[in-house]
Structures are given as C-alpha cells and as structure tokens.
C-alpha cells in the first residue's frame, strides 16, 4: 500500500530506528533523531541489498515512487530482483 505524504509526516521518532512499507520493496527509515530516508530493498545475486534514495522531505514521495520501479527495471538484466 502507497504511503500518503501526511503519513509519512506523521511518523514520529522512536528509541530505535523503524520502517513503513511503501511497496515493492521502498519503504521510509525515521531514525530516533527524527530524520526520514526514502530506501529500496532488492536482491542482487542472492544477496539481500538496500540503496538509500533520499530525505523526506527535501526530496518528494512522487520522485520515490517512479524512481523505485525504474531502478528496478533497467538493472533487471543484471540480476537485480526485488525484496518486500
């Protein structure tokens, strides 16, 4: 399920660092002070792998949600395969 932007503002900061899905494997980090990365996970060769996109939200939800997928396509070839 897509996160909303007012979701996404709501997260408050916790004593450890958590996530909310966004789906096909990007999900939001809020960390305990408080700063949120946009994040991907996938596989590559078998290995389970993340790549860090950025902050929200200095850099928009919708840049996220086509940028995933497109990642996703073009290293396809690769190997590259997607992790929830």
Do not use: Q, T
């Given at each position: ?27 939001i ?24 996109f ?24 690769g190997?590259f395969?997607?992790?929830?």
């Open positions: 399920m897509a996160l909303k932007d007012l979701e996404v503002r709501a997260l408050k900061a916790r004593d450890r660092a958590y996530k909310r899905g966004d789906g096909c494997g990007l999900y980090e809020v960390h305990p002070n408080g700063s949120k990365l946009w994040r991907l996970k996938y596989s590559y060769l078998g290995k389970d792998k993340r790549i860090a950025g902050r929200y939200p200095v850099d928009g939800m919708r840049v996220f949600s086509a940028a995933a997928p497109a990642f996703l396509e073009r290293a396809a070839p190997g395969g997607r992790r929830g």
